[in-house]
Structure formats: C-alpha cells, structure tokens
Nanobody, 129 residues
Framework: QLQLAESGGESVHPGGSLRLSCAAS????????VGWFRQAPGKEREGVSCISFTGSMTNYADSLKGRFTVSRNNAKNTVYLQMDNLQPEDTGIYYC??????????????????????WGQGTQVTVSS
C-alpha cells in the first residue's frame, strides 16, 4: 500500500522555524515528484512547494519564496520542508503528496492538488505568540 506520513508539525512563536518530513512507505520516491500543500482554517488548500524526483528542480508559491526550502533524501525515502521566519498566517495543516513523473520536473500544474495521486494525512503547524 502506498503511504505518505508527514511529521514535524508543532506550535511555534512568530519568527520560529520548523522542518517537516514526508516519509514514504510501500513504494520508493525515486521517480516521484513530491508537493507540499497547506490548508488554513476556513481557507482552501494551497500549493506550497514541489520538488522533482532528483531534487534538481523546485517550485514555490510566490508568497513563500525565501522562507521555505524543500529538499529530499531518496536514500531515506523522505522529503523535507524547512520553514523559517514562520508567521501566524502560516498556521494550518500541511500535507505532502506524490506523483510518478516521466521527467525530472514538477510541471506547470505542480500547485494543483489533482496533479498528485498519493497523499499523506497531514501535520498541524500552529504559529502564535
């Protein structure tokens, strides 16, 4: 069974940092692009970032560039999202999702949830003072 499990979410103060992990089981991520999404209370899910299967290409939501960094360790079958200078508006449930890819690229639709076919259950990130 293909599964993704997010971890690392917790409550932090504004300006703090967190590193989220997305671990795959039941399959290897070697040829999968992996995206990160988040959903704030009362808001629609939005694409945060994506990383291609070798890690050579990454995409970010324009509003997050410079604060979030996506990376992966295929040997550990895990993708990471480093989040720095967190702000209250970053609060939400963070999900990772994966899709097999023919090319080492996330593609133009990387931020569209329907582009992915394996999803994790999410991890809660809360930023408050």
């Amino acid at each position: 069974q293909l599964q993704l499990a997010e971890s690392g979410g917790e409550s932090v103060h504004p300006g703090g940092s967190l590193r989220l992990s997305c671990a795959a089981s039941g399959f290897t991520l070697d040829y999968y692009s992996v995206g990160w999404f988040r959903q704030a209370p009362g808001k629609e899910r939005e694409g945060v970032s994506c990383i291609s299967f070798t890690g050579s290409m990454t995409n970010y939501a324009d509003s997050l560039k410079g604060r979030f960094t996506v990376s992966r360790n295929n040997a550990k079958n895990t993708v990471y999202l480093q989040m720095d200078n967190l702000q209250p508006e970053d609060t939400g449930i963070y999900y990772c999702a994966a899709v097999p890819s023919d090319y080492d690229s996330c593609g133009a639709l990387w931020s569209w949830g329907n582009s992915y076919n394996v999803w994790g259950q999410g991890t809660q990130v809360t930023v408050s003072s």
